[in-house]
């Protein structure tokens, strides 16, 4: 039987089979299910992390290390009462109006729920009354905006502005290839040049 801290190294490695495998045997052996997700899952996730962020991993194998994570919470999610989940806060995030670029923001998206926070996601071509209505419904801490466009990263501050004519009191993240820090200072919003600096950035926010 494995240990749950060797969980880590399944999700290093993308091997989703393995992990199905493994995290079964776990909960059929009773293990914690917060304890698989935070030392198993979320421990290897943070390797990968930190491995993109050196350089040492590229974007094909954190996607396969995201999936085969997924597919172990899939397991012990059902098992975890919605208060029981470990949450960082809630983040409501889309590719903004007019552009159907998500590779990148899924990507996002992943690294940040493997963090721990809850996602909002809204897909691509999000609006600003998506945004508005998904911070309401959810009293969401950040909204996050990729753009990959120049002429969709303008909309960012439709966003903001919108958000903030409702009296809204949330943080705004900002990523996708054209923007700049600059820029993402005169919207009013924190810049961050992938998805690991979106978790670094996300964890100071609601620090
Ligand atoms: Co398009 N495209 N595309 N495209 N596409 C670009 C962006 C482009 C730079 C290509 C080029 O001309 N060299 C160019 C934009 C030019 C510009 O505006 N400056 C372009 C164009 C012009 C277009 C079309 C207009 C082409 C056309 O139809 N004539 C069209 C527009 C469609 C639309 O959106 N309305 C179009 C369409 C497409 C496809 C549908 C074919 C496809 C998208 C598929 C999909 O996403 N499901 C596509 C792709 C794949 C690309 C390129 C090749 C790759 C983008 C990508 O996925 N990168 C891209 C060229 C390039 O970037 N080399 C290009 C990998 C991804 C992991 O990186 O998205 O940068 P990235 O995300 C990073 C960071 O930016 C950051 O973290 C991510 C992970 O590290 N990040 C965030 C992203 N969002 C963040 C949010 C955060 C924080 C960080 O906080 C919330």
């Given at each position: 039987m494995?240990?749950?801290?060797?969980?880590?190294?399944?999700?290093?490695?993308g091997?989703?089979?393995?992990?199905i495998?493994?995290?079964n045997?776990?909960?059929e052996?009773?293990?914690?299910?917060?304890?698989?997700?935070?030392e198993?899952?979320?421990s290897?996730?943070?390797?990968?992390?930190?491995?993109f962020?050196a350089?040492?991993?590229f974007?094909?194998e954190?996607?396969?290390a995201?999936r085969?994570?997924?597919?172990?919470?899939?397991?012990?999610?059902?098992?975890?009462?919605?208060?029981?989940?470990?949450?960082?806060?809630?983040?409501?995030?889309?590719?903004?109006k007019?552009?159907l670029?998500?590779?990148g923001?899924?990507?996002?998206?992943m690294?940040l729920?493997?963090?721990?926070?809850?996602?909002?996601?809204l897909?691509?071509d999000a609006?600003?009354?998506?945004?508005?209505?998904?911070?309401?419904?959810?009293?969401?801490?950040?909204?996050?905006?990729?753009?990959m466009l120049?002429?969709?990263?303008t909309?960012?501050q439709?966003?903001?502005?919108?958000?903030?004519?409702?009296g809204?009191?949330v943080?705004?993240?900002?990523?996708?290839?054209?923007?700049?820090?600059?820029?993402?200072?005169?919207?009013?919003?924190?810049?961050?040049?992938?998805?690991?600096?979106a978790?670094?950035?996300a964890?100071?926010?609601?620090?």
């Amino acid at each position: 039987m494995l240990n749950i801290a060797d969980l880590g190294q399944f999700v290093i490695d993308g091997n989703e089979p393995g992990i199905i495998e493994n995290v079964n045997l776990l909960v059929e052996a009773k293990a914690d299910p917060i304890a698989i997700i935070n030392e198993g899952l979320l421990s290897g996730m943070n390797v990968v992390g930190e491995k993109f962020k050196a350089g040492d991993m590229f974007v094909p194998e954190v996607l396969m290390a995201a999936r085969a994570m997924n597919a172990g919470m899939d397991i012990v999610k059902p098992l975890i009462a919605d208060k029981d989940m470990p949450s960082l806060g809630t983040i409501v995030i889309g590719t903004v109006k007019g552009d159907l670029h998500d590779i990148g923001k899924n990507l996002v998206v992943m690294m940040l729920e493997s963090a721990g926070f809850k996602v909002i996601d809204l897909g691509i071509d999000a609006k600003v009354e998506q945004f508005v209505a998904a911070v309401k419904e959810h009293n969401a801490d950040i909204v996050g905006m990729s753009a990959m466009l120049t002429t969709t990263m303008t909309y960012m501050q439709e966003v903001i502005k919108a958000c903030q004519d409702e009296g809204l009191t949330v943080q705004y993240l900002v990523g996708g290839a054209p923007l700049s820090p600059a820029y993402s200072e005169k919207l009013g919003a924190i810049y961050a040049a992938d998805a690991s600096g979106a978790v670094d950035t996300a964890k100071a926010l609601t620090a």
